[in-house]
């Protein structure tokens, strides 16, 4: 246990603490600590083998980016974005397979983590700060590190929830005034709203939602603002999410688990969703581990997922993460908030998705139409959410529900919001894999 107060350092000072073979654990997405991670590519001449984890990095940067340093520095994480896809075919980066809830605490078991490099907003008068924009492993990690060292930034939110760290578990403070990074409303098209009208449909007032990142999401929570007392209990918060707050629709008042309050773990926006964060005490940012645990999902009742699928087969397994056996983006918490909307009472979870990709042909460079519904998944696609866990599927011609049902009632419900261009082919498919019988 640290005891003395941080003391505030450059951020030359702050990389001169990197020694070679340490394991750095980083503050995620938005609380990413963007000096060090923009710098640490400088040390490279005298150091070697040192290995950094970021659930989700938002800076692409030299360090992961440049196949130069893949000598240096590993970044392994557990959701991809488009700079990681890039640099894992030059082999600075690499994948850990995991569900967010227990991804830390089970790479921290195995990987000691020396340092712990992060953001936070500025000290308080009672000698505390917050760790503001992510709590998903963040002090799980703080907890178990030699160095912690904290990019003090005033353009942060200072959160509430268990976000809160005390200088004398700090050991050095780097002053910062970078913009928190922004992520803008996604571009919502006819499919999307069409999705998120079923959806809505199907969201009864009182309910307690999960919403994650991306257009269809978006056309959730634009549809939603007919409801009425709504809850929040999430991964991440979002600018839809606050918008619904500051509507009146989410209130939280039929909760059983943090009434009134609303629940996250991570928080990626706009300017105005930091804002509304920012000393509002009604913001609960706890613990990953937590927060996305499907035994404590559950405790709300009528608790609603929503999540995303890049395909999905006739016995309803979910391949949300990978195009084949190329990782695309993450599990994430997809898993943990099907479930966990499954353990609550009277609980939805959804998966959408459009019926169709536009696909390249990598031999002729053209876009072609593929039906994301498939007989079976592409050769090394990762199953995010298993065909034992699927409940609802919607694309934007329908809505399915499969729990309970049969390979045969599966397959027919699935084929039944295909592309209409693609359902006699899986028809044809499904009888040939004897999921389903002709004439029957
Ligand atoms: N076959 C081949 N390629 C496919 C495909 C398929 N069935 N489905 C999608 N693609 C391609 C698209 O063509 C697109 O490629 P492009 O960039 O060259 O156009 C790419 O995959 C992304 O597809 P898109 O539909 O735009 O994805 P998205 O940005 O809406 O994200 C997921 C969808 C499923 C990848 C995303 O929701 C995800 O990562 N989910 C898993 C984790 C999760 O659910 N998290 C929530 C809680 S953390």
Redesign the pocket.
């Not at 994650?212 to 269809?216: A, E, F, L």
């Not at 695309?328 to 997809?334: A, E, I, L, N, P």
């Not at 990709?357 to 390249?360: D, F, G, I, M």
């Given at each position: 246990m640290k005891t003395k107060n941080a003391k505030y350092i450059t951020i030359k000072q702050a990389l001169s603490k990197i020694k070679d073979n340490d394991y750095i654990v980083l503050g995620m997405a938005g609380a990413e600590p963007r000096e060090f991670v923009s710098h640490i590519h400088e040390i490279a001449p005298r150091i070697n083998h040192v290995t950094l984890t970021n659930c989700l990095p938002i800076t692409p940067v030299p360090f992961y980016v440049d196949s130069q340093y893949k000598d240096k520095f590993q970044l392994d994480g557990w959701?991809y974005n488009p700079s990681m896809r890039k640099a894992s075919e030059n082999g600075n980066v690499s994948f850990i397979p995991n569900h967010?809830h227990l991804a830390g605490k089970k790479r921290f078991d195995t990987h000691k983590p020396d340092v712990f490099v992060g953001v936070c907003s500025p000290v308080d008068k009672h000698g505390y700060v917050s760790l503001s924009l992510s709590n998903v492993y963040e002090q799980d990690a703080i907890s178990r590190a030699r160095v912690v060292i904290l990019e003090e930034n005033p353009n942060f939110p200072r959160v509430f929830g268990d976000v809160e760290l005390h200088v004398s578990k700090i050991d050095y403070l780097v002053k910062t005034s970078y913009p928190a990074p922004v992520l803008t409303k996604a571009t919502i098209n006819e499919k999307d709203k069409i999705i998120g009208k079923y959806i809505s449909d199907l969201i009864q007032d009182g309910s307690c939602i999960q919403l994650?990142?991306?257009?269809?999401p978006d056309a959730v929570a634009d549809a939603l603002i007919t409801k009425k007392n709504l809850g929040l209990h999430t991964?991440?918060f979002t600018t839809g999410a606050m918008k619904l707050i500051k509507a009146g629709v989410i209130n939280g008042s039929q909760k059983q688990l943090y009434k009134n309050k609303h629940v996250a773990c991570f928080a990626l926006g706009e300017k105005e969703l930091y804002d509304f964060l920012d000393n509002n005490p009604s913001c609960l940012m706890l613990d990953g581990n937590f927060v996305n645990d499907p035994a404590v999902i559950g405790q709300n009742d009528n608790q609603v997922s929503i999540?995303?699928?890049?395909?999905i087969d006739l016995s309803g397994q979910c391949a949300?993460?990978s195009?084949g056996f190329k990782q695309?983006?993450?599990?994430?918490?997809?898993s943990d908030?099907a479930v966990g909307a499954q353990n609550s009472k009277n609980g939805i979870s959804f998966i959408a998705?459009?019926s169709t990709?536009?696909?390249?042909n990598p031999e002729t460079g053209i876009r072609e139409e593929?039906?994301?519904i498939?007989p079976i998944l592409?050769p090394g696609a990762a199953v995010?959410l298993s065909r034992n866990d699927v409940d609802r599927v919607v694309t934007e011609y329908g809505v399915v529900n499969l729990r309970g049902t049969s390979i045969e009632e599966r397959t027919k419900l699935l084929i039944s919001i295909a592309h209409p261009n693609f359902r006699e082919e899986l028809t044809k498919e499904a009888i040939r894999m004897g999921y389903i019988f002709e004439g029957k």
């Open positions: 959701f967010l994650g990142i991306g257009g269809m991964e991440m999540n995303a699928c890049i395909e949300s993460e195009i695309f983006s993450g599990t994430g918490g997809q908030t998705l459009y990709a536009s696909v390249k593929t039906s994301k498939v592409k995010s």
